[in-house]
């Protein structure tokens, strides 16, 4: 196998165990020994043996003068499970390839610097991108003790959530609700508005797919008998919120609703990732709900722009993934969007685009 191949591999294995091993990182292992034989891991959940130790299992003795491609640097600690970088060495792993560095402070480099110490041919960086991109949630919470934040946003085409009586339900079709439940199963905590649960009593749980069910969490009082309990209900700021959360170990953090909610993380500049889900419907009139509550930007040269990341169709409806290009413009710099001769914003630095990514990566 070369380099790539491998290594696009890997990271399909750790994108199967996507949401089963939080807090830990999803991580892919493929092992080739001498003789050509492929031997595959992917992290278990907690507890459980990581990637390059399910793949060592697999091997056996055809370890030994192997080639392993793994995903994220093999730990150095011992933690739940014992240093997978020992276990390489002992099984006789010659060469490894790793797509990125640790930033998990009891691994960061130690790993690396084990392999090599005891000969193995080591090479960083190989589809480093596509795995920054993979493992975005667990990269940012072990460097800013705080949660990916996700906000999931469902509306018509001219932005609206509700009709002026309230009604809402279904606005997007059953394929768009069983996508958006999955983005939940894949979310250690879903964060809500008291107003929402007042609203609409969401239970936020798993159903559609298979899944475990996240943290609920309430921004202000939950009403007695309300679904969603058991539920931590929260007051205070939002920052606040999440290094709680990102203490809690919660690597993803889905915010769903409603436009109170919605308006105050997306001004603040806490959200590092949309997912709009968009119906085919026009409610046609300003006095339709909004998706975003409270003031919005006052001049057109503060409105906030991101770059679209990812266009799905689901059933008649549409999903739209859009990054923030910089920060928001209420709490950082105004951003400045370049242009490309046809008028589209160009490329920005560090903005990953699906289609550069490898099959089956998202
Ligand atoms: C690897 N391969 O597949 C994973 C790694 O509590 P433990 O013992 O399971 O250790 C968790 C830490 O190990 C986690 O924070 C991260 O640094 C690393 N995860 N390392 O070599 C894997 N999942
Ligand atoms: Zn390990």
Redesign the pocket.
């Known amino acids: 196998m070369n380099d790539t191949e491998a290594m696009v591999q890997a990271i399909e294995l750790a994108a199967s165990v996507r949401g089963a ?1 939080s ?5 892919g ?1 493929v092992i080739e020994s001498t003789d050509g034989r492929v031997f595959t ?3 278990e959940p ?8 399910v793949a060592l299992d697999a091997a056996g003795d055809a370890a030994r003068g192997a080639t392993a491609w ?1 995903t ?4 150095a ?5 014992g240093p ?2 020992d276990a390489m060495i002992h099984a006789g792993i010659a060469r490894a390839v790793i797509a990125l560095a ?1 930033p ?1 402070e ?2 960061s480099g130690q ?1 690396i610097a084990r392999l090599r110490d005891a000969g193995v041919d080591v090479s960083m960086g190989e589809q480093a991108d596509a795995v920054r991109t993979q493992l975005a949630p667990y990269l940012k919470h ?1 460097t800013t003790g705080r949660p990916w934040v996700v906000l999931k946003l469902g509306a018509s085409l001219d932005g609206r959530t509700a009709a002026p009586d309230g009604t809402s339900q279904w606005i997007t079709g059953g394929a768009a609700r069983a996508d958006a439940h999955m983005v939940r199963a894949e979310s250690d905590a879903i964060v809500v508005g008291a107003g929402t649960v007042r609203a609409d009593d969401p239970s936020l749980t798993v159903r559609h797919v298979e899944g475990r069910d996240p943290l609920r969490v309430v921004l202000g009082t939950i009403p007695p008998g309300a679904k969603v309990a058991p539920a931590v209900e929260f007051r205070g700021e939002l920052p606040d919120l999440l290094d709680d959360l990102g203490r809690r170990g919660v690597l993803q953090c889905l915010v769903e609703g409603g436009a109170t909610v919605a308006g105050a993380f997306h001004r603040a500049g806490l959200v590092d990732h949309y997912i709009f889900y968009v119906a085919p419907a026009i409610f046609g009139g300003d006095d339709a709900r909004p998706l975003f509550a409270g003031p919005a930007a006052s001049t057109i040269a503060d409105v906030w722009r991101g770059a679209i990341t990812g266009v799905s169709h689901l059933g008649g409806d549409l999903r739209i993934d859009v990054s923030p290009i910089t920060p928001s413009p209420i709490t950082g710099p105004v951003p400045v969007v370049r242009l490309t001769d046809e008028g589209e914003p160009a490329e920005a630095p560090g903005i990953d685009h699906p289609q550069d990514r490898p099959e089956g990566i998202r």
């Open positions: 091993t807090p830990n990182p999803w991580v292992c891991g992917a992290t907690p507890g459980g043996r990581h990637a390059e130790v793994v994220l640097e093999p730990c600690h011992i933690g739940r499970t997978c970088a640790d998990d009891r691994v790993g072990r």
